[in-house]
């Protein structure tokens, strides 16, 4: 498989960084030693410009190639995301999370290790007609750190023409990669209900308005909204994962609070899903005599994959893990905020092979350092090619 013989001999270097980032894990917008780490290794590597503070802890590093450019200049963004999570590790490894309850069970340690290879290896050879941008992102974990570096000007102040991103996949053979042109992650929204009753004795429900009853009915009604609302051939999912309702077992509680998400591919069935859920919230307030408050917040627009971009990232993965390696995935109702940057740029999000690991958002998940040759060969060769004299 032709990964670039210099990230060969960078990989060491590269999963030595990967630790150690995996051992300081930080949450969304918190993320100053990471962000200093990899402001440290872009100044070191000599791009032409390293840009501290974009979204609140957001790092770029620009880098020029040595070719001329025929016409505009052209410039590429490639992203990663430095953010862990609020998971107790339970690896077991040397390099271990050194700070309980926090670790990198999503693998953003590896991204953003990978990009920092790629960056090294480009400011080395700028063997390319253009501009190479690298974007680390802080608070991809709920946060949107890619909207907070949108609005503090990522795109106009660098110039970008079109964006990348990348993330691993467990379970994704290592050495191949996977993509789709179109919805390839979903939008995802939170629902809240604070259901309000009439509370008194468990032996005496008569006289009481029941809100667990009635958070019972919604849940089951909002189910009907995927069932028979929305087309056979569209995809949603609406889930209420939060119940919290009373302290004892004969006390009929006053309120009841109902948390969940909701996820979709497409606008129109977002926009319809919401409409059934304040439909159906009110349905059932009617029916039970509760009082229901419904919180309905919009989060991560659904990320779509740009065709021309789409194209080329697929030939790039096919240069480097063979054609046979490059799978067209189904879309996945998981969400993921680089969908502000393909909403503002045309791009592509593409998915690395992390091999037979633990799953994402698992405490015992680690990033595959064997896939980094493959990932970063991936980010080279998508500049070289897509800016190329």
Same mark, same amino acid.
């Given at each position: 498989?032709?990964?670039?013989?210099?990230? &060969?001999?960078?990989? +060491?270097?590269?999963?030595?960084?990967?630790?150690?980032?995996?051992? $300081? +894990?930080?949450?969304?917008?918190?993320? $100053?030693? /990471?962000?200093?780490?990899?402001?440290?290794r872009l100044r070191e590597f000599g791009c032409d410009e390293v840009a501290t503070g974009l979204g609140k802890t957001g790092v770029v590093g620009v880098i020029k190639g040595k070719k001329p450019a025929q016409g505009d200049t052209r410039v590429i963004g490639l992203r990663a995301d430095m953010d862990a999570l609020p998971i107790h590790e339970e690896t077991n490894l040397p390099y271990a999370s050194k700070t309980p309850g926090k670790m990198h069970?999503?693998?953003?340690?590896?991204? /953003? &290790?990978?990009?920092?290879?790629?960056?090294?290896?480009?400011?080395? /050879?700028?063997?390319?007609?253009?501009?190479? !941008? !690298?974007?680390?992102?802080?608070?991809?974990?709920?946060?949107?750190?890619?909207a907070a570096m949108i609005k503090d000007g990522l795109?106009?102040?660098f110039k970008i023409d079109q964006v990348y991103g990348m993330h691993n996949g467990p379970g994704l053979p290592l050495g191949s990669f996977a993509i789709r042109p179109g919805p390839i992650m979903a939008a995802t929204d939170a629902i809240d209900f604070r259901i309000?009753? $009439?509370?008194?004795?468990?032996?005496?429900? $008569?006289?009481c308005i029941d +809100? !667990?009853?009635?958070?019972?009915?919604?849940?089951?009604?909002?189910?009907?909204?995927v069932s028979r609302n929305v087309d056979p051939l569209d995809?949603?999912?609406?889930?209420?994962?939060?119940?919290?309702?009373?302290?004892?077992r004969n006390v009929i509680p006053q309120t009841v609070v109902l948390r969940g998400t909701v996820r979709t591919l497409r606008p129109e069935v977002r926009d319809l899903v919401e409409k059934r859920i304040r439909e159906i919230t009110a349905g059932v307030a009617q029916t039970t005599g509760t009082k229901i408050d419904l919180t309905f917040e919009r989060g991560y627009p659904v990320t779509v994959n740009h065709a021309a971009q789409t194209d080329n990232a697929i030939r790039i993965a096919k240069d480097i893990a063979g054609d046979t390696n490059v799978h067209e995935t189904p879309p996945m109702m998981g969400a993921e905020d680089f969908a502000y940057m393909l909403e503002a740029r045309p791009g592509a999000f593409i998915f690395v092979g992390n091999g037979n690991s633990a799953g994402l958002h698992h405490p015992a998940y680690n990033f595959n350092d064997e896939a980094i040759v493959y990932g970063t060969s991936y980010w080279i060769k998508l500049v070289e090619n897509t800016l190329a004299a």
């Open positions: 498989m032709p990964i670039v013989n210099r990230v &060969a001999d960078l990989q +060491p270097d590269i999963a030595a960084w990967r630790r150690d980032i995996h051992e $300081h +894990p930080e949450l969304m917008y918190d993320v $100053h030693r /990471t962000a200093a780490f990899v402001a440290d069970a999503c693998g953003h340690d590896g991204h /953003t &290790a990978m990009l920092l290879g790629a960056a090294r290896y480009l400011a080395e /050879t700028r063997n390319f007609a253009g501009d190479a !941008v !690298v974007i680390f992102q802080p608070a991809e974990e709920g946060g949107a750190g890619a795109m106009d102040r309000e009753g $009439h509370g008194g004795h468990a032996a005496r429900p $008569h006289i +809100p !667990v009853v009635a958070g019972s009915q919604l849940i089951i009604a909002l189910q009907s909204i995809s949603a999912v609406i889930s209420v994962c939060e119940f919290e309702a009373g302290n004892a």
